[in-house]
């Protein structure tokens, strides 16, 4: 029987996935085979080392020490794509709110309480005018999921929609409207745009690039749209941009201290995922992508292991993480014919500093084999399905 331990409170609709007579979870596990977490911090949490697998129910991994999970050979897996409904309806929201002046206005109407609040209603809304989207030109960076997804829908509200990632996948190509323009440059398309909603990852590449530079190319009085991640746009330039009026409006996901008294930014409570129907759908996907890698050793949505998929054929299952490096499979397959195990099928994969491989074997794997795997130099994790 495999135990899950839950870290948070996981959708009941996702533990329904776990089969009761071969699945034990609880919060107070010990000993887990895998871990179900949302938005606890596990970087000071001891790995146990039974522990093969973390499922995040959520697209962001910042609370889970990634590289001393990589060094130990347990895979970390999050939920792209699950929560992306739930995001694109509030970057919609985002943008009507940066465009219609409706936050301020709000804002102001319940300052009026005790006075004659339908006169006053009437002479001052002028002062909350703000321009329809209808027409305009929207930026969108980073056509992932989420980026696809408002995409389209933008179009579909009549927008001027084009589209920059460099990186694009062939599935979000697919699922894309024909009418997103494709832009050459992120330059260009920052340069052009009414409005520019931001859907990167975060990384060194990433972190900031939402500078002066940047801002310097904008129209003057654009909307920035930011529910990725805060660490996108550099604080300082933004509110040097928002004071001369470089950028008009910024909504973002992310509040700071810094930015949330200031004008013309509506600091939203990080609520991008915070639907029933959006931790329903992390859930049942963590929990599945869990179920596959135990029973299978099948790898989907992983952020430190490659992608690695493979119908079970044989009698038996080898699967096997190691640090990328030459000559490993060269060292594991003579191994097998020395034990006179016959390989039904395999594969091999790997993604920066580390490599996975899936070994469907007729005969022979017991832990005495695992034991001569595990002693190859730069073998993190192996284990018998």
């Not at 990632?165 to 920052?190: C, N, Q």
């Not at 340069?191 to 931001?198: G, P, V």
């Not at 490096?325 to 034990?339: C, D, F, K, S």
Request: net charge neutral; proline share 4%; charged share 20%.
């Amino acid at each position: 029987m495999y135990k899950i331990q839950t870290l948070n409170k996981i959708s009941a609709k996702g533990l329904e996935q776990l089969n009761h007579d071969r699945y034990e979870y609880a919060s107070e596990i010990i000993n887990p085979d895998a871990i179900l977490v949302r938005s606890q911090d596990m970087h000071s949490m001891e790995l146990p080392s039974t522990l093969k697998a973390i499922a995040r129910a959520g697209a962001g991994v910042n609370n889970i020490p990634i590289d001393k999970c990589s060094s130990k050979g347990i895979v970390v897996f999050n939920t792209p794509g699950a929560n992306a409904n739930a995001v694109k309806e509030l970057v919609l929201l985002a943008i009507l709110l940066s465009s219609r002046r409706i936050y301020p206005g709000i804002s102001w109407v319940k300052s009026l309480a005790g006075g004659d609040v339908k006169a006053l209603v009437e002479k001052h809304k002028s002062a909350y005018v703000g321009p329809e989207i209808k027409g305009k030109r929207l930026g969108v960076i980073g056509l992932g999921a989420i980026g696809v997804m408002v995409a389209n829908d933008a179009v579909g509200l009549g927008m001027d929609v084009w589209g920059y990632d460099p990186y694009i996948s062939v599935e979000s190509a697919w699922g894309m409207s024909r009418s997103v323009k494709k832009s050459t440059s992120l330059d260009s398309l920052i340069a052009e745009s009414d409005y520019i909603t931001i859907h990167t990852p975060l990384n060194k590449d990433t972190r900031e690039m939402m500078n002066a530079g940047k801002f310097g190319m904008m129209k003057k009085g654009a909307r920035l749209i930011n529910f990725a991640r805060g660490e996108l746009v550099n604080h300082a330039d933004l509110k040097e941009a928002l004071s001369n009026g470089t950028v008009s409006f910024y909504v973002t996901d992310f509040p700071t201290d810094d930015i949330i008294t200031l004008d013309n930014v509506i600091p939203v409570p990080h609520l991008g995922a915070s639907t029933p129907e959006s931790e329903e759908n992390c859930a049942i996907m963590a929990v599945n992508q869990l179920v596959d890698f135990l029973e299978s050793g099948n790898i989907h949505n992983s952020v430190n292991f490659p992608e690695c998929v493979l119908p079970f054929y044989g009698k038996k299952r080898l699967v096997i993480a190691n640090r990328n490096v030459p000559n490993m499979i060269g060292q594991i397959t003579p191994l097998l014919a020395e034990h006179k195990i016959n390989i039904a099928d395999m594969l091999n994969k790997s993604r920066g500093d580390y490599a996975y491989n899936i070994i469907d074997v007729d005969n022979g794997a017991d832990e005495a084999v695992l034991g001569k795997i595990m002693g190859i130099e730069g073998v993190l994790m192996a284990r018998v399905i």
